[in-house]
């Protein structure tokens, strides 16, 4: 049975929360309940049963009903709603807060008991209605829609500085994996280890335990630009002023690196320029780290974990990047691989990588 043919099942075996929910997301192209559209465009609509019996559960019944249309929208088609009728925070029934002889001709569904139901039923439906929206309003489990687009999600984004709405609105990183990380985003700067762990576990699936961990303070050469370097005579001259020895400067805090590994082969390349584990690192670190350092991302390669060459092998084979001479005996050496954020922002990967030299296993 669909979904559908479960909710309208009499009697009903679900709550009422519940209930609601599962019908707002089947028409979750029509206005909400408690919205500020008109009640014949709302695609659930709320009684109250004047039944005197004692009711088991918070709704009576949940059926289809077809919407009366007058003559300009008749053309547009038959439409109908939901209509749910509830048993609680209601003006009849055996539960009113009026006086019983004022409720009990109710059940007696004469013309004019009806319509004195149906004039009471406008208050139900609105009263209900946003008993629902107070309730659910600050629920994620009840609110939240695939893909974070839903209000409570975007009002949290929205309170840590992140506004992700719009036509030109980016893909990476999801809207979920932000929302998972609000709190952290939310202090302002983020510390090393914050970004570490936030690393870890947006990237689970990618690492499959395979060890990370970021290194602060590497450092690295920063270039002068022209108009600072020293020129005798004629700019930047003044000793203890503004005169300096070179056209670089080490500076310790302007890059950190990520460490990945040890792993195989097969899943270095999975974390190499063009690899989609990469391009989810660097998108994640860009959103991260909104501190003007640059980030490497270092890969410990297992070289022992290279299949053996054979010349007469087919398919393309690179010394230094699928075939290795070393002796038989495995040395449990390690090869690092290291990429720079930076320059894949600027320039698209090509074939070339950037090699290291083999160190041994710190293990």
Not at 111 to 134: C, E, V
Not at 257 to 262: A, D, L, N, S
Not at 278 to 285: G, H, I, K, P, T
Request: some cysteine; hydrophobic content about 40%; glycine content about 8%.
């Amino acid at each position: 049975m669909i979904l559908r043919d479960l909710l309208l099942i009499d009697p009903p075996r679900t709550w009422f929360f519940n209930a609601v929910m599962l019908l707002e997301r089947l028409t979750s192209d029509q206005p909400r309940i408690g919205s500020d559209a008109p009640r014949a465009e709302e695609a659930l609509s709320f009684r109250h049963s004047i039944s005197f019996s004692f009711q088991p559960n918070d709704i009576s019944s949940i059926c289809w009903v077809e919407v009366i249309q007058d003559a300009e929208t008749r053309l547009d088609g038959r439409r109908g709603r939901y209509e749910i009728t509830t048993c609680v925070l209601g003006l009849t029934g055996a539960d009113s807060p009026l006086p019983l002889y004022h409720v009990e001709d109710l059940v007696l569904e004469s013309d004019s008991d009806l319509i004195q139901a149906a004039f009471l039923d406008m208050f139900h439906n609105r009263l209900t209605a946003l008993l629902y929206r107070a309730r659910s309003k600050y629920s994620p489990s009840r609110e939240f829609l695939r893909g974070a687009r839903d209000p409570l999600s975007t009002r949290l984004l929205a309170a840590v500085g992140i506004d992700r709405g719009g036509a030109g609105e980016p893909t990476q990183p999801p809207r979920s994996h932000l929302l998972g990380i609000a709190a952290l985003l939310a202090t302002g700067g983020s510390t090393g280890r914050s970004i570490e762990n936030a690393l870890r576990g947006l990237m689970a699936r990618d690492l499959e335990e395979t060890p990370l961990i970021l290194k602060q303070l590497t450092g690295s050469w920063i270039e002068f630009d022209p108009d600072q370097r020293n020129s005798l005579g004629k700019r930047n001259s003044e000793m203890a002023v503004n005169w300096v020895l070179g056209t670089r400067v080490r500076h310790p805090a302007h890059r950190a690196r990520v460490v990945v590994g040890p792993l195989p082969p097969t899943r270095a390349r999975h974390f190499s320029p063009g690899g989609d584990g990469f391009e989810r690192m660097n998108d994640l670190v860009q959103a991260l780290c909104a501190e003007p350092v640059a980030v490497d991302v270092e890969l410990l390669i297992d070289q022992d974990a290279y299949p053996p060459f054979f010349l007469r092998a087919k398919g393309a084979r690179v010394l230094g990047e699928n075939v290795f001479l070393s002796s038989r005996k495995r040395a449990g050496r390690l090869m690092r691989r290291v990429y720079s954020l930076d320059d894949v922002k600027e320039k698209p990967p090509g074939p070339t990588i950037n090699r290291g030299t083999p160190v041994k296993d710190p293990r």
